[in-house]
């Protein structure tokens, strides 16, 4: 995988291949951290924040707070 973007879209294609529904990729920028939203089997919303490197830090954990509340996941 040459980038981010590509594997999120690595992602999105595993979470549908495993029989997930409801999911979608959201835009590049300005998602508010939430890069993938599923439902899953028990039919609760969840969103994946997708990182190709090591560590994320704080920043991208503070951005998925603000992503799950956007998306309606809680």
């Known amino acids: 995988m ?3 973007s590509e594997f999120e879209m690595y992602l999105y294609r595993l979470f549908i291949e495993l029989g997930y529904s409801n999911v979608y990729k959201t835009v590049g920028s300005r998602d508010f951290g939430a ?4 439902t899953d089997r028990e039919g609760i919303r969840k969103v ?7 560590d994320s830090g704080f920043g991208g954990r ?8 956007l998306y309606e996941v809680l």
């Open 2 to 4: 040459e980038d981010g």
């Open 62 to 69: 503070k951005c998925s707070t603000g992503g799950i509340l």
């Open 48 to 54: 994946v924040q997708a990182k190709r490197y090591t």
């Open 35 to 38: 890069d993938i939203v599923f």
